[in-house]
T-cell receptor
């Protein structure tokens, strides 16, 4: 059974640009969550999608957005990138929502220069 | 709101030493509790979980017991190996469809 796949693995962007990250969940999983991981703040929840609807949202500015498609694949977008957006972005999928076991992808390492 | 507090690292141990990583939580409901592990360059993997009081989760020689009276879920291993070197995260998920809340992580280094 294939795991959670995140693409790309690495990205380098310039301040002010925008970026789109992709996540393909485990087959059959309808919940996809996104987390930002930084050395200073640890793991911070961005948002969660379930059956194409955003069900939970963390405390991030509106520059961070996401969506989920009918096949459960999800994308997150960050507009007007700032240096502080440099982080590892992790996607996790689950069967019934985030209060059950979450399966994580390897992450996308975003560097903003 | 819900929160997880785990011991600050880094923790450095010799091979075959005993490991305990403390984790305590605050939750409004009756949460499920998890330990995740992150190896270098990888995402998080579920190590073990417990869903109700006095449950013991175990995997790969690691154990943790859900202690409701002390709101704790300490991770233990009797004899660590070099391959256990990683960052360990304690997490909870409260009732309903709420996101996982993570502790800040504890880096473990095991030296031969």
């Amino acid at each position: 059974k294939a795991g959670v796949t995140q693409t790309p693995r690495y990205l380098i962007k310039t301040r002010g640009q925008q970026v789109t990250l992709s996540c393909s969940p485990i087959s059959g999983h309808r919940s996809v969550s996104w987390y930002q991981q930084t050395p200073g703040q640890g793991l911070q929840f961005l948002f969660e999608y379930f059956s194409e609807t955003q069900r939970n949202k963390g405390n991030f500015p509106g520059r961070f957005s996401g969506r989920q498609f009918s096949n459960s694949r999800s994308e997150m977008n960050v507009s007007t990138l700032e240096l502080g957006d440099s982080a590892l972005y992790l996607c996790a999928s689950g069967q019934q929502g985030p209060n059950t076991e979450a399966f994580f992808g390897q992450g996308t390492r975003l560097t903003v220069v | 709101g819900d929160s997880v507090t785990q011991m600050e690292g880094p923790v450095t141990l010799s091979e075959e030493a005993c490991l305990t990583i403390n984790c305590t939580y605050t939750a409004t409901g009756y949460p499920s509790l998890f330990w995740y592990v992150q190896y270098p360059g990888e995402g998080l993997q579920l190590l073990l979980k417990a869903t109700k009081a006095d449950d013991k989760g175990s995997n790969k020689g690691f154990e943790a017991t859900y202690r409701k009276e002390t709101t704790s879920f300490h991770l233990e291993k009797g004899s660590v190996q070099v391959s256990d070197s990683a960052v360990y995260f304690c997490a909870l998920s409260d009732q309903g469809n709420t996101p996982l809340v993570f502790g800040k992580g504890t880096r473990l280094s095991v030296i031969a």
